[in-house]
């Protein structure tokens, strides 16, 4: 009897449909075009105060107006779901032993959480929104 | 007790007659408690002697009844009728080569188990007369999970990574590597660090945590895997940035 | 098979995932909040400058700017593999030399305010 083992093709460009989870992960991949984008945002923003004034205030009124609107709140959907899902699985790369057991991996999720809303509150507050 | 008609769509694959795998319908009577493997049997005994698959043990303990469950890597002894309706797909483990029906070829996986010397390595070696070698509850606990892995593969049948880069070492594999780097008593880790820190290895890895959403013993093999990816990236900069250390 | 290199930019990758998880959607935030004609003090020439200006002030930006980069660039590097696009090498070249470029850039930008 001759083996003829069949090896089931796997497409490399549509595979993430193949399963919701997957498409999950891909969703979360994608925010680093987001996270990138913003940089090179911030990295003009330097450029043009390193220019002077009158450089900067015209950088300032060009990401004025609705588009850009739009763009910042789409990419900030992007980052918030990047933060979401970075904090949702820190306890899994650095759990936290205590004896014979485990700290639950929500305080780790939770301690997280709650340091992302003080660094926000905080930057806020020092750029003058709160 | 309560008996219905189940409806099951089969992958069957004869490699002395087939060209490729195609489905086969089957309608069994099964009782309501019945997992998707008691199906299977039933089908075996009474309608089809033909039909090929794997298992043992029928408690979730063997690893050997893995099997894509419409889409889904699950132990087919531990996936209840009850919980599906209409049609249940079954297919072969997925990223595997068929053998014959719902039988996978599984010898990539026993390889890189293999290669990864998931085995006690003694740190340091003691005669009998100086007794066993002893750990701490505490100690245990550090890897306690990470042992109970059955070898099922499903892991492997989740993983895109794999499906992609069959080189990958993939998770069991590595997790099975990391649980034995934790064990107090072993002194391997260095030669399983020059398996598993390599980029078919743990670097292949892009933590879609699929493995341990399907994972039947909540071994969590992505939490493994970035505790790998963590303790190796510290290995690296003790290696090169440390003076003196040229390992 | 020899112990891979990649610990170099996955430990970015990581720091600047964490740092951008932590700040970026205040930063976004504040940019948001500007192009809708409601810019925060902060990001006025006079408070942005002396905000710049100032050792740790820059230290900051750099921090962010380079951090956030070096994450985007390995995790674009992982995601085009993913999308398919099979030629790893030239796409770590690419997307790392981008955020080299964009580090010293930073810089220079930085020791001109
Ligand atoms: S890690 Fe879990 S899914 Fe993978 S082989 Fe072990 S028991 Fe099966
Ligand atoms: S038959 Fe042993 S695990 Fe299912």
């Known amino acids: 009897m001759s083996r003829r083992p069949f090896v089931r093709p796997v497409s490399r460009t549509r595979w993430y449909f193949k399963h919701p989870r997957y498409l999950r992960y891909m969703s979360r991949e994608v925010t680093c075009v987001f996270i990138g984008a913003f940089t090179l945002l911030l990295l003009c923003a330097v450029e043009r105060l390193s220019e002077g004034q009158a450089a900067y205030e015209s950088f300032l009124a060009a990401i004025g107006g609705p588009w850009s609107a739009l763009g910042l709140s789409i990419v900030l959907i992007f980052v918030v779901h990047n933060a979401i899902s970075w904090f949702n699985v820190t306890p899994k790369a650095l759990p936290v032993q205590i004896g014979e057991g485990f700290l639950p991996g929500r ?3 939770a301690a997280h959480y709650a340091v992302w809303i003080l660094i926000s509150l905080a930057v806020l507050f020092f750029a003058g929104v709160l | 007790m309560n008996e219905r008609m189940v409806q099951l769509d089969v ?6 007659v087939d060209d490729e795998p ?20 039933a089908i075996k005994e009474s309608i089809d002697p033909t039909l090929n698959y794997r298992w043992s043990c029928h408690m979730a303990v063997c690893g050997s009844c893995g099997m894509m469950i419409n889409g889904e890597p699950r132990l087919s002894c531990h996936a209840f009728l009850r919980d599906f309706e209409g049609v249940i797909r079954v297919e072969p483990l997925a990223n595997f080569p068929i053998e014959r029906d719902l039988v996978t070829v599984a010898d990539d996986f026993i390889d890189k188990l293999k290669r990864v010397k998931p085995y006690l390595i003694p740190g340091e070696t003691r005669s009998i007369d100086e007794g066993e ?13 990470f042992s109970m892995c059955i ?5 492997y049948a989740a993983c895109p990574q794999y499906a992609l880069q069959p080189l990958f070492l993939g998770p069991a594999a590595i997790t099975l590597a990391h649980r034995y780097n934790l064990d107090s008593r072993d002194g391997g880790r260095d030669e ?8 078919e290895g743990v670097w292949e890895c892009s933590f879609v945590g699929a493995c341990s959403e399907v994972c039947p013993k909540a071994v969590d093999p992505a939490g493994a895997l970035q505790q790998v990816k963590v303790a190796s990236t510290l290995d690296w900069f003790r290696e090169h940035l440390l003076p003196g250390d040229t390992k | 098979m020899a112990k891979s290199n990649k610990p170099i930019v996955w430990s970015l990758f990581a720091a600047g995932g964490t740092l951008a998880a932590l700040l970026a959607p205040v930063l976004v935030l504040l940019f948001l909040l500007a192009a809708l004609g409601h810019a925060p003090g902060l990001l006025s020439y006079a408070q942005l400058h002396a905000f710049a200006a100032h050792p740790l002030g820059k230290l900051f930006l750099l921090t962010v700017i380079a951090l956030f980069l ?6 674009l590097r992982v995601a085009l593999h993913d999308f398919g696009l ?25 020791t001109r305010i």
């Open chain 1, 107 to 109: 305080f780790i999720v």
């Open chain 2, 11 to 16: 992958l069957r694959y004869d490699p002395q």
């Open chain 2, 22 to 41: 195609h489905f086969q319908h089957y309608e069994v009577p099964c009782k309501e408690e019945w997992v998707v493997l008691d199906a299977l049997n």
């Open chain 2, 133 to 145: 070698y002893i750990q701490t509850p505490a100690q245990l606990m550090k890897y306690r999970h």
């Open chain 2, 151 to 155: 070898n099922c593969m499903l892991c």
């Open chain 2, 192 to 199: 399983r660090q020059q398996v598993i820190a390599t980029n």
């Open chain 3, 70 to 75: 070096w994450h985007a660039a390995h995790r």
């Open chain 3, 86 to 110: 099979r030629q790893d090498r030239i796409v770590a070249v690419i997307v790392y030399l981008v955020a080299a470029t964009g580090t010293a850039l930073s810089v220079l930008y930085l």
